[in-house]
């Protein structure tokens, strides 16, 4: 919405039937996955005053904006761990999303958490798919609808149907219950249909999902994504339908601009692109000021030195450290990380712990078993021959206890002895290592 009042409408008479051709403009900028980074990365892409300024400078050249985000606004950094992600909602209100939804991580501190996300946001929170025994839906909005430039837009919101499947735990989803993404949208296309012009899913799912949705939903005319922190290097086009989604981290925005036949009901012609946010843009002042506040309150805590980085760590190194990291912490054999835990690389130069927040972002402890080589789960004894009736102590993380069966691979395997939090087992372990080649 916002954006001046300019109309793109064009009446023509078809020369056939003679119906008149109503067409009309609508812009879609969308972000998604910012993940609390409040601040630009080490390269300087992305910080939400930048993303702020990136969806400023799009809005004004726009007639007919709708600003949409396709969740997980929280989780990534030690203001959103420390404060519960609440923060990161509030500075969203500054950011002049129109509509947006839940993603895997708006979860992670509990679901009666989401109650305070969704009242302390200015935008609705859509939602169709998160359901209780009632047939509640948790945001208090399965979808809503918005009119931009006279066209009336259904905007229904879902998250990855598989949501226990190895992306949150059965005790912070509590009562609620997750539908599949294709049967909630279903739902309410009928109804919407009648209600609306266009109707879109603003929804946090896989690329499969998402494909599923194009295919099987034909009233759906497009679906704006989040989840998938790669993005799209294309928009996908099924059948005169849409779907888009963009990188994580607030290093790109998306912007789709549409030609809406509002009589037929039908996109005329799309065309999408990505805006970096780099430090070029000038930053929005008022959210410069609330991230300045925020990262200030937990400076003390995260921003001390600890180690050194001869180069920048990828990720996939950094999962080897973290788990060399466990089995010292606990004296364990073996110790798994599950590889989407690792939430970011090592930036080389001095280390902060700040760092180690953002590669662990999760309060996750440790947890330790003792297993007889021959139960141990394959995923962790590939490339290491182990005696099928030795002891062996394995280290995971309480996470991967709980989704066991799609990391591990294993069912009812027990880790009775706790050990410290994960994220200060790291820390540990760079302060002894000092620097890190
Ligand atoms: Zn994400």
């Known amino acids: ?64 904006c709708l600003v ?130 266009f ?47 963009v990188r994580a981290y607030g290093r790109e925005i998306g912007r789709l601009d549409l030609e809406m036949d509002v009589t037929a009901k039908k996109v005329t012609s799309a065309y999408w692109k990505k805006v970096e946010v780099t430090e070029r843009l000038t930053p929005v002042s008022n959210i410069s000021g609330q991230v300045r506040e925020w990262e200030g309150k937990v400076a003390k805590a995260v921003d001390t030195p600890i180690g050194e980085a001869k180069r920048t760590i990828p990720q996939a190194e950094v999962r080897v450290m973290i788990e060399q990291s466990m089995k010292e912490a606990t004296g364990a054999d073996f110790a798994f990380m599950n590889r989407g835990g690792v939430r970011d690389v090592l930036p080389k130069g001095t280390i902060l712990a700040r760092n ?18 021959k139960d141990l789960p394959k995923v962790v004894t590939e490339g290491h021959p182990v005696e099928p009736e030795r002891e062996y102590r394995l280290v995971v993380s309480d996470f991967t206890v709980v989704n066991q069966k799609t990391q591990l691979g294993t069912t009812g395997l027990e880790f009775p002895q706790a050990g410290p939090l994960m994220r200060d087992a790291i820390i540990d372990w760079v302060k002894k290592q000092r620097v890190i080649e």
């Open 68 to 197: 949409l985000d396709g969740g997980d606004l929280v989780q990534g950094t030690p203001v959103s761990t420390l404060f519960r992600g609440l923060p990161v909602y509030e500075i969203a209100n500054s950011l002049g999303i129109d509509v947006s939804t839940l993603g895997n991580h708006e979860f992670d501190y509990g679901w009666r958490r989401i109650y305070d996300f969704v009242s302390t946001a200015n935008f609705p929170v859509v939602n169709a798919n998160v359901v209780n025994a009632d047939g509640a839906y948790l945001t208090g909005k399965p979808y809503t609808i918005v009119t931009v430039n006279g066209i009336r837009i259904g905007i229904i919101g879902a998250v990855m149907g598989g949501l226990l499947d190895g992306f949150t735990t059965p005790d912070l989803l509590g009562p609620w219950k997750v539908m599949p993404v294709v049967d909630a949208v279903n739902r309410f296309v009928v109804p919407l249909r009648e209600r609306t012009d």
């Open 199 to 245: 109707i879109i899913l603003l929804a946090h799912i896989t690329h499969k999902e998402m494909d599923e949705v194009l295919q099987k939903v034909p009233e759906v005319g497009l679906v704006v994504a989040g989840h998938e922190h790669g993005g799209l290097g294309e928009m996908k086009r099924v059948d005169g339908r849409l779907g888009v989604r």
């Open 1 to 64: 919405m916002g954006g001046g009042f300019v109309r793109f409408v064009l009446f023509f008479l078809c020369l056939g039937g003679g119906v008149a051709q109503d067409v009309r403009h609508l812009t879609i900028l969308h972000t998604s996955d910012l993940h609390a980074r409040l601040l630009p990365d080490d390269q300087g892409r992305g910080g939400l005053a930048y993303v702020a300024a990136a969806l400023r400078q799009e809005r004004n050249n726009c007639a007919g």
């Open 356 to 373: 180690i927040w953002n590669i662990m972002p999760f309060d996750n402890r440790l947890m330790v078993g003792r297993f007889k080589g």
